[in-house]
């Protein structure tokens, strides 16, 4: 398509995510089924309390559009948080891909779960290729600026954080496998635990008073927990009263008309 005099604005020019396209296209690392139940426990306990839900976008295998010169290029991270941009309310309207010059807020978080075949790239330990797109850390660190990158490798279950300082990105120090995001007032750790009825390390969101953010079907849980608990001081109670009641009435005392005190 050509420019027209005076240019058009690149929202008008460039494709948009219903022209790109959205289809994991010959990339390492397939997921398996630690990469689908570890980003949906991610999603499920993510619970900003300073960030309205709507105004959080987070993401799984999303195809993340970076580059307007190289509209086809793109990443796919494992997960990841956009803060300040609307959730679709209508079906119709899910995101197909996430298209930086469609969207114009980028990430705040990427999180990418390690695999052989993505471990090296993951960490920045490749080269870009000549006239090929850039790396991942490249992309993360250097063209879209993302402030928290992190990453999990669940063969040796350590979690390491980087966080962008001036044009590149250092390492965190997180001796108790925990890191805390002092903007979404949030924090990220390894958790021992079952999920999915699989006992093992996952990451999990934990609020600031330190306790594990529970996903919906914990929170019913402990609704229906707690639910039972008054049940059954309220039966406690009305056993109470009734064996009470009992023994005025051994006293020749009627219960239903105590005298006024």
Not at 154 to 161: D, F, H, I, T, V
Not at 191 to 206: A, F, M, P, V
């Amino acid at each position: 398509m050509y420019q027209t005099d005076p240019p058009r604005p690149p929202q008008e020019v460039l494709p948009t995510m219903y022209d790109l396209p959205s289809e994991l296209v010959a990339e390492s690392g397939l997921p398996d089924e630690f990469h689908i139940f570890q980003p949906r426990l991610l999603s499920e306990t993510c619970q900003p309390s300073n960030y309205p839900p709507e105004e959080i976008l987070i993401a799984t295998d999303l195809n993340l559009y970076y580059d307007p010169r190289h509209p086809l290029w793109y990443k796919r991270p494992d997960w990841y948080m956009v803060l300040g941009v609307s959730r679709a309310q209508q079906q119709k309207d899910l995101r197909l891909s996430y298209v930086i010059w469609q969207e114009g807020v980028t990430p705040f978080l990427v999180v990418e779960l390690l695999s052989p075949g993505t471990e090296q790239e993951d960490l920045g330990q490749t080269l870009r290729e000549v006239n090929k797109p850039a790396t991942k850390w490249q992309v993360y660190e250097q063209i879209l600026r993302i402030p928290y990158y992190v990453v999990f490798d669940r063969y040796s279950n350590q979690l390491r954080g980087f966080r962008l300082e001036g044009t590149r990105y250092q390492e965190l120090s997180l001796p108790d496998q925990r890191l805390w995001l002092e903007e979404i007032q949030l924090g990220l750790g390894v958790w021992q635990g079952s999920y999915e009825n699989t006992t093992g390390l996952w990451l999990r969101w934990y609020d600031i008073n330190h306790q594990w953010i529970p996903t919906p079907t914990q929170q019913i849980q402990r609704e229906r927990q707690r639910a039972e608990q008054e049940r059954q001081r309220a039966e406690q109670e009305r056993q109470r009263a009734q064996r009470l009641a009992e023994y005025l009435r051994t006293q020749g005392i009627d219960p239903d008309n105590l005298p006024q005190m």
